[in-house]
C-alpha cells in the first residue's frame, strides 16, 4: 500500500472524525480540515495552506440542519472551493461522502446533497462518491429533537450503518486503484449500509429505553419526503456493499 497525503474536509464532524482515524491507522499522511482547526471550507481561510502537498480530499462536511436553501448554499460554496483550492495545490481526486436514495429526493436535505453530487461532478477535480444508509449516530438526534417527554421518530426501514463503517468504505474507495474517477453512466455509485433492514422507530426505541426516554413510531411525520422515505427510498441498491455492525450490536459496545 503506497502512503498518501490525505486532506479531511469536516475532519470533526460524526463521519470525519472516524475517517481520520482510519486513514491514520493505515499509515497515511492526514490534514484535519475544520473551523476547529483553523480551516473553513466556506470563507477558504486556511484552505490553501491545508491543501498543499495533498494527494486526495475526502470530503465528509455537512450542514447541521435539513432548511434546503441554507443546506444548498453551504455545499454549493464548499464543493466550488474545494475543487478551487485542491487544483492550485495540485490535488489528484476527492472522494465525497453522500446518502442513499438522495437521486429522488424532491425537498429538503435530500435536495441539497442532491445538488452537492451534482456540483462536485460538474467541477474541476476527478471524484468519486460513495452513498450510504442512515447511521447508527443519526438515532440519537431523534430523542435529542423531542418536545416533552416523549420522541416521535419516523417509522422508516433503513440499513442502519455505523459511521466507522462508512468511513472505512470511504477510505477503500479513495485508495482503490482500479475504481474510476468518476462515476460511470449507466454504472450505480457505490453503496455502503448495514447488514440488515431495520426501522429507525423501533432502533430509537432500544436506544430510548436506555436513556429513559418513551419513543413512539410516526407513519406519517411532518418531514421532507416522508412517504418516499416510509415506502423504502432509504434502503440500499442491490448492488451495495452491506457490513456490520446491526444497530444492537454497535448499541452494545455503547457506554
Known amino acids: 500500500m503506497s502512503i498518501r497525503k490525505f486532506a479531511v474536509a469536516g475532519a470533526t464532524g460524526r463521519l470525519g472524525r472516524h475517517v481520520v482515524d482510519v486513514l491514520a491507522e493505515r499509515g497515511h499522511q492526514v490534514v484535519p480540515m475544520s473551523r476547529a482547526t483553523g480551516v473553513d471550507v466556506i470563507t477558504g481561510d486556511g484552505l490553501a495552506e491545508a491543501l498543499t502537498g495533498v494527494d486526495i480530499i475526502i470530503d465528509v462536511a455537512s450542514w447541521h440542519a435539513s432548511e434546503q436553501h441554507a443546506a444548498t448554499e453551504f455545499f454549493r460554496t464548499s464543493a466550488r472551493n474545494l475543487h478551487e483550492a485542491g487544483q492550485k495545490a495540485g490535488v489528484a481526486q476527492i472522494t465525497v461522502a453522500s446518502v442513499i436514495g438522495i437521486d429522488k429526493a424532491t425537498a429538503g436535505f435530500g435536495v441539497a446533497k442532491k445538488v452537492h453530487e451534482e456540483l462536485h461532478l460538474s467541477e474541476r477535480l476527478p471524484v468519486r462518491i460513495l452513498r450510504a444508509a442512515q ?33 472505512k468504505a470511504l477510505v477503500d474507495l479513495a485508495t482503490d486503484p482500479d475504481a474510476p474517477v468518476r462515476p460511470v453512466p449507466g454504472t ?59 444497530f444492537q450490536e454497535w448499541l452494545d459496545t455503547r457506554p
Not at 416523549?150 to 442502519?160: D, E, F, G, K, R
Not at 423501533?202 to 419526503?225: F, H, S, Y
Request: no cysteine; hydrophobic share 45%.
Open 135 to 167: 447511521f447508527h449516530e443519526f438515532v440519537g438526534q431523534f430523542l435529542d429533537w423531542r418536545q416533552g417527554d416523549v420522541a416521535h421518530v419516523p417509522a422508516w426501514p433503513s440499513q442502519l450503518v455505523a459511521a466507522r463503517t462508512v468511513a
Open 188 to 246: 450505480p455509485i457505490p453503496e455502503i449500509a448495514g447488514p440488515r433492514k431495520e426501522n429507525l422507530a423501533e432502533a430509537a426505541k432500544l436506544l430510548g429505553a436506555r436513556r429513559n426516554i418513551k419513543v413512539v413510531g410516526v407513519d406519517n411525520p411532518n418531514l421532507p419526503d416522508a412517504e418516499y422515505a416510509a415506502g423504502g427510498g432509504l434502503l440500499p441498491g442491490p448492488h451495495a456493499k452491506l457490513a456490520g455492525p446491526t
